[in-house]
DNA sequence: TGTACATCAGTGAACGCGCGTTCACTGATGTAC
DNA sequence: TGTACATCAGTGAACGCGCGTTCACTGATGTAC
């Protein structure tokens, strides 16, 4: 909004936070500045620091607010496991690329941006809270398993995870190994089921 | 090389690629300039221009000369499937992590650093070189099932190299989904292990 | 073997640029009375 | 309801910095004769 009436924005903070993200999708997580940012949100180079001690911790914000979100569409998608697990879970698969795809800023921000999680306790919460939804995932499918057969929850909720990940970063956008957008979701789709089949929750 | 004696530096191309990987390598994708690359190689900001267009080209440099150094990882650890075709396939998924933990730079640079590969025809090759490895023993591996069960061979190598890359991302290095970097080994092993059992290739 | 000279890989100074950040400031807001 | 005033979210100019790139140049190399 670079042609607001009054002096005060009004909601400059989440307007950065917005302008960030969006550029960020343009330009990839390099070309983000601040002063880029704040000239997008209609304001001077130095009304940020009003919100942000600097560069570093608008970024962070852009990627916490990413990955509550992110966090919030897989437990919802997921929905505990209803109405069966199989179904909830590749429908939280599927959440994982739509999530990357319509908010590629966002997604860039929490794993290209090269930002530390560990300084920051706000956005390590964060993080925490959306690996949760994935390992409470993998809870619910080890459960239809014999207890005898049960693989450790974290390592399968990882393998997603890491399957999801390389999904994205190689077939969903134009990266350097990968090659067209198209099909990323018919990948990752053939891919969890291969794996779930691996491990027993999948009949031939 | 800071200290050189002769004016002429000798091998300043190859003194720039390396200084790049190890520059990447230390401070991130991010960090790259081309001149702290001429300063690490002992050189003025201007002497890359004799080598290089500009600093896009270095950097593409760097990932072409990453992705033949991977493709040849990848061929040699597989080794047509030597002495068996499973021994081989986890063989070569250990010399994919083993390609991104000794050479982050390089490796970084292929990935990470926001290169396209489609306006560089030597960086296309062998960006597909690496690929052709990947398939190749994909291929070696769905040979090994009956005709019917067969799945296509590019999805296959497709997946395996999603798995291996996101476990490269998020549990290689300190990034912000990952914990440690202990693991990351046992992290694709397994993965791979219950895929491959997912398509039939390991028994229960 | 010696020398003239073309070639070319370097230098170093300079440029314009946009960055992150700081500073004293000013305009708008909202609260106390 | 009106006014004084504290608060605070913005401005805009300035800073030092390092970047990528260009330029005329110079020193070293190696080849022809």
Chains 1, 2 share one sequence.
Do not use: C
């Not at 600097?54 to 998608?77: H, I, K, N, P, S």
């Amino acid at each position: 909004m670079p042609d607001r009436k009054t002096y005060h924005h009004g909601n400059l903070r989440q307007a950065l936070v917005e302008a960030t993200a969006v550029l960020i999708q343009e330009t990839g997580p390099l070309a983000f500045t601040l002063s880029e940012a704040a000239r997008r949100a209609g304001v001077s180079p130095a009304a940020p620091y009003r919100h942000f001690k600097g560069r570093e911790d608008l970024l962070e914000e852009v990627a916490r607010q990413g990955f509550v979100d992110f966090g919030t569409r897989l437990e919802q998608a997921f929905d505990d496991g209803r109405p069966r697990p199989l179904t909830a879970f590749m429908r939280m698969g599927q959440a994982y690329l739509d999530f990357a795809a319509e908010q590629p800023g966002y997604y860039m921000a929490m794993f290209e941006s090269g930002i530390s999680i560990a300084g920051n306790a706000d956005l390590a919460a964060a993080s925490d809270r959306a690996q949760q939804a994935l390992i409470r995932a993998a809870e619910t499918m080890a459960e239809r398993l014999p207890p005898g057969r049960r693989p450790p929850v974290r390592m399968v909720a990882n393998h997603i995870w890491a399957l999801s990940h390389g999904v994205v970063e190689l077939f969903l956008r134009g990266k350097p190994g990968g090659r067209s957008s198209i099909g990323a979701s018919e990948m990752l789709e053939s891919g969890a089921i291969i794996y779930l089949r691996g491990l027993g929750l999948i009949g031939e």
